[in-house]
């Protein structure tokens, strides 16, 4: 298994709560609120209510339940930026990010 491989391994798959908003010029500062659907090693899959680009840096704030964080629930920012569009088995546009500053208590 190659470094790549290992940063992209799943770790949990289940909803945690999520506010984001883009971050850059051209972008409002609207906060969105969704949540994670998958935590990797160095990012999550998040579902959206908006299009985001490949390569948009995204400031989010995350509710981290007992399950992720070890016990009680635990708030983290972080900014990430969005590498791939997925969409989910029921249809949902969702978006991989890999987080560029601060880090996931898992």
Partial sequence: MDANDEKSRLL??????VSFRCVGIGYDAIEYATQV?????????????CVLRAGSSLALKLRLPPEVSG????????????TEKQLLKDGTLA????????TLPV
Wanted: proline share 8%.
């Fill in 12 to 17: 949990f798959q289940l909803p945690v709560p």
């Fill in 71 to 82: 016990g009680f629930y635990r708030y983290v920012r972080c900014t990430a930026r969005v």
């Fill in 37 to 49: 659907v998958s935590i990797f090693q160095n990012g999550f899959v998040i579902s959206s209510p």
């Fill in 95 to 102: 978006y991989k990010v890999e987080i560029e500053t601060g």
